[in-house]
């Protein structure tokens, strides 16, 4: 039976400071408490099996993975799914947060902001193309590091909580773990809810 690790990736300094960042070309390592964080999801690995991990493009996606899972054996291979990148913020970008979230809370889902950012339902879409790749997957453990509103979507799905694009606040380098059926459910679900007209704030 097939096993999808899922996490947000470690704290970057980006986070850190408040800074929003959806282009993955731009510097943001993760922060020391960062890389700490990512041991410590290796240490919840250690004695699991890992036969293939997935993150973005983002550097700071990598990094989680790759020292989380310093020292496995065997060292399973990598995939890289722009699909799986953070949403992009447009003229938001390496700006304050709170500005793309204010701007978030009082535009409509499908609206994109301003300087080729994607409205939240175009970074559902693409995040549902993107975990449909990693189902088709034939390995039996995969670990995929990608970023908050991603899990956050996928959380939510999984629970049967649809209709909205409100950001849940997702934790640094925590795994949630779906079987591929549990998976294929919440992608059913996230699908549904990017064609019905009520998927709003």
Known sequence: ????LVTRHAESECSARGVVNGEPNSRCPLTERGE???????RSLVGRRIDLYVTSEFPRARR????????HEPEPPWLELAE???IRVGAFEQGPLENYVSWA??????????????????????YARGFRIV????EPVILV???GLAVSFLREAAAGQGFHARHVPVPYARPFEF????????????EAWESDPRWSE
Not at 107 to 126: I, L, N, T, Y
Not at 135 to 138: I, P
Not at 179 to 190: D, G, I, K, P
């Open 145 to 147: 590091v990608t970023h």
């Open 36 to 42: 700490e964080q990512a041991r410590a999801l290796g």
């Open 135 to 138: 189902l088709a997957r034939t």
């Open 1 to 4: 039976m097939q096993t999808i």
């Open 179 to 190: 079987s591929a059926v549990e998976l294929a459910q919440a992608l059913n679900r996230l």
């Open 64 to 71: 989680t993975a790759e020292i989380a899972l310093a020292g």
């Open 105 to 126: 809370h009082t535009h409509e889902s499908d609206e994109s902001p301003a300087g080729g950012g994607e409205s939240r339902r175009e970074a559902a879409v693409r």
């Open 84 to 86: 799986l990148n953070d």
